[in-house]
């Protein structure tokens, strides 16, 4: 079998500077940007997408960049490939729950030329990078020509493979905070196969009080159980201010049944995605507490 | 409108143009006759397609060829030195890693890319690595000890490549020590 991808204008941009002046010129267009291309290249095979125009940004070389302040954060430019995470030793000694993630996105030869970045604008419910990002309490940047603007991770989806991105924009970088102090963070993800898409995937990350003995914070992040991914505040309540036991954890993770809104489909029901969510809550938790006292 | 594509392909320069749309595949496969890379399921998914670009294993069927513009690929028929099979490939013939073929030039690709970051892997570690290369053939076991194997080889044909060397070095110092007078 062989696919064809319907024709359309290549314009590439070898800056910024060039991408956001190209996105300004076509907002009108029916066009696509392009890192990676990793989902994209599939979807327009299949016709899912037929853009007139294709803006090639993989040779934005100065955005191809993960950074690393002791005060700032970190900071992911949209350039970087999955496998650059994965790799970056920094990264694995201060969120190592990044590296884990990335582990298990898709496989060696897709993270090594598909971009974090890329990933979450194709924005499919199930993608691996956001609720990692959404307990880590990280924030975009979309420029547009003459502007920029910072949105939270949890609010940059907004339903099936749609984002927040308004024509003429794209995201820059991802900004991640300083872990702060007795925090721990843990993600997982239930699938068919190693590196397919999640039913169900599960970012905690919890901060004690000084003594290590009080839940002073927790953020919860979870994909593939919603149109989008989701963040659980009200089981993060839950766990807020409290010892966390295993009972406090199988609590929270009745709640977080509540927040989500899996739909049935071939791998799994609706009910059976909701049960499995609140299970790897339960597990993620665990695991993200250990890491909290241990840190 | 047609656009420039300069590649190096197994150590040759190619230039000429393309349509936008064409993927690295396509390219190697129908432009350069390069038919070892093989193309299954055109969707990102079985991983047969595997080239090397710039020492980076990835997908050719998922990457515009354009993309790959001043980047070196090297390809499965860029691996045999003459008539000489590459230690991966004769670790995948005796080790009976293949039955019909066809995921194989992919996997050796892989493994090849895999080999140069990490030559001696843990058995685990080449499970992840080989995560997403389907194979329908050989229930992924000998696979994975061709691997093993290929490692083996390739690390003590390194270690023969360097005898020569070492033998030259103790020679020269000799020579350098009798012209000196002191020595022998």
């Given at each position: 079998m062989k696919t064809i991808i319907t024709d359309f204008e290549y314009l590439p941009a070898s800056t910024v500077e060039e991408a956001l002046e190209l996105l300004s010129q076509h907002k009108d267009d029916e066009y696509k940007i392009i890192a990676g291309g990793q989902s994209l290249n599939t979807a327009m095979k299949h016709r899912l997408i037929a853009p007139d125009y294709l803006i090639d940004?993989?040779?934005?070389?100065?955005?191809d960049y993960i950074k690393f302040d002791e005060k700032k954060g970190l900071k992911i430019g949209a350039l970087a490939t999955h496998r650059s995470l994965e790799k970056s030793q920094i990264v694995r000694e201060k969120y190592s729950v990044l590296c884990e993630m990335e582990e298990n996105v898709a496989s060696v030869e897709t993270r090594n030329w598909g971009t974090v970045v890329g990933d979450l604008c194709n924005?499919?419910?199930?993608?691996?990078?956001a609720p990692p990002l959404i307990a880590l309490d990280a924030k975009l940047t979309i420029a547009s020509k003459g502007e920029e603007r910072t949105v939270a991770a949890e609010e940059f989806a907004v339903d099936f493979f749609e984002t927040t991105v308004q024509p003429g924009e794209m995201v820059t970088e991802i900004q991640i905070p300083v872990m702060p102090p007795n925090s721990g963070a843990y993600f997982t993800k239930y699938s068919q196969?190693?590196?397919?898409?999640?039913l169900a995937s599960v970012a905690v990350l919890i901060t004690l009080d000084k003594k290590k003995e009080v839940c002073a914070n927790a953020r919860i992040g979870l994909a593939g159980v919603a149109s989008a991914p989701v963040r659980a505040k009200k089981a993060e309540e839950v766990l807020k201010g409290k010892k966390i036991t295993e009972a406090l954890l199988a609590e929270a993770a009745e709640v977080v049944k509540t927040e989500i809104d899996p739909i049935s489909g071939i791998e799994g029901s609706e009910d059976y995605k909701r049960e499995l969510a609140g299970t790897l809550l339960k597990r993620v938790g665990k695991v993200a507490l250990e890491r909290a006292q241990k840190s | 409108m047609k656009r420039e594509l300069n590649i190096v392909v197994n150590g040759e320069s190619y230039n000429f143009f393309i349509e936008p749309k064409t993927l690295l595949v396509q390219v190697l496969r129908?432009?350069?006759?390069?038919?070892?890379?093989h193309q299954a399921c055109?969707?990102?998914?079985?991983?047969?397609?595997t080239v090397i670009v710039d020492g980076k294993a990835v997908k050719s069927c998922s990457i515009?060829?354009?993309?790959?513009?001043?980047k070196e690929v090297t390809t499965?028929?860029?691996?045999?030195?003459d008539t000489v099979l590459h230690p991966i490939q004769q670790a995948f013939i005796d080790n009976w890693a293949?039955?019909?073929?066809?995921?194989t030039s992919g996997q050796i690709m892989a493994v090849k890319a895999f080999l140069d970051e990490n030559p001696n892997p843990k058995r685990e570690e080449i499970q992840m690595q080989m995560?997403?290369?389907?194979?329908?053939?050989?229930?992924?076991n000998m696979i994975i000890e061709a691997i093993q194997d290929a490692a083996k080889r390739l690390q003590s044909r390194e270690a023969a490549m360097k005898l020569p060397e070492q033998k030259k070095l103790q020679s020269h110092k000799w020579t350098q020590t009798a012209k000196s007078g002191k020595g022998a």
């Open positions: 940004i993989k040779g934005l070389s100065d955005l924005a499919d419910p199930a993608v691996d990078p196969m190693l590196g397919d898409y999640a | 129908e432009t350069l006759g390069l038919t070892g890379t055109d969707s990102s998914s079985c991983a047969a397609c515009l060829a354009l993309q790959v513009n001043g499965i028929e860029g691996l045999a030195d293949f039955q019909c073929g066809f995921c995560d997403g290369h389907i194979c329908r053939c050989t229930g992924y």
